[in-house]
């Protein structure tokens, strides 16, 4: 086996993000050591029975006292928080980097309270599933995807390396962006289409015409690859659309233009252009497959029964 990364690294927040990277980094052998942390009692117990972490500290000054990495895996909402707590413990020079979806405020939240001693790399990991907490996590779940990094000016290009290092060391792909530049891009790949997710179904939860019962009935007509999407954590996104504003609401106006013209299409039985965009569409969908972000299979490869 290569020579670890880190001696110690500690991470803060144990839910799927935190716990795949403490179960990645430990199945990989990128840290000498793992030093988890979790505000929440349940999360905490359920770490030490999981054991992915090799100590599940009982406060934020025991987890990140010996540690020269400090990757923080909490909400967007609470992540200056759980900066701020660890700040008074932190050594001198440690790298701290954080996982979340939205990057220019959180930026703006961290820097105010981060401490001298520190540098600090924000990143992105594009890998999650719609579970959350630390049952949900694994090993590989950062495996063929990418990682956006998001250096700001309390960054520097030795902890860039190391961080991209982490990311590379669990299988992942790395790019660097400005983080304005990742919040739009995350607005129109991730952000509105979990919007859109979150409106269907609940719009669908209240036609009146149709009941409950139907819709999970025959939810295998396009519905239900929208009600996987829209059962992610609550938390985590009342957070993303709280903190990503301008870009989501900037990517929602043309949404909306598109929207419209599509109405229009449909009005005016302009059966041509409807199926110039659907073409087009599905162009898209083959270029994920190519890139290897996703199955080819029919359906996601769900097994189906034959009735021969
Ligand atoms: P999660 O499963 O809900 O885990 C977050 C954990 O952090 C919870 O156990 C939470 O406890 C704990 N926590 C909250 N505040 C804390 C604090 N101040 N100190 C210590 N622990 C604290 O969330 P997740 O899905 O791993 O997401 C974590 C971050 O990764 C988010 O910023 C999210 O935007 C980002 N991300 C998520 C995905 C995804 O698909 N899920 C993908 C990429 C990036 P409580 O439950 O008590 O609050």
Known sequence: MTEPLFDTIAVVGLG??????????????????????????????????????????????????????????????????????????????????????????????????????????????????????PDAGFAELFD??????????????????????????????????????????LAITSHIPHLIAFNIVGTAADVEEVTQSEVIKFSAGGFRDFTRIAASDPVMWRDVFLNNKEAVLEMLGR??????ALQRMIRWDDGTALLELFTRTRAIRRGIIEAGQDTQEADFGRPHGHED
């Open 16 to 133: 799927l993000i935190g716990s795949s990277v403490a179960r990645g980094v430990k199945a990989r052998g990128l840290a000498r050591r793992v030093v988890g942390y979790d505000s929440s009692t349940q999360v905490h117990n359920r770490a030490k029975e999981l054991g992915f972490c090799d100590r599940v500290a009982n406060t934020p000054a025991e987890a990140v006292k010996d540690a020269e990495f400090v990757l923080i895996a909490v909400p967007v909402g609470a992540t200056a928080d759980a900066v701020k707590s660890v700040a008074p413990h932190l050594r001198q020079g440690a790298i701290v980097t954080e996982v979340g979806s939205v990057k220019a405020a959180v930026i703006r939240q961290v820097l105010a309270v981060l401490p001298g001693q520190a540098v600090f790399v924000p990143g992105h990991p594009i890998a999650g599933t719609e579970h959350s907490g």
């Open 144 to 185: 063929g995807r990418w990682t956006i990094l998001t250096p700001c000016e309390r960054s520097n290009e030795a902890a860039v390396a190391k961080v991209a290092a982490l990311w590379r060391g669990l299988g992942s792909a790395v790019e660097t962006m400005t983080p304005e530049h990742h919040d739009i891009v």
């Open 255 to 260: 949404f909306s233009e598109d929207l419209a």
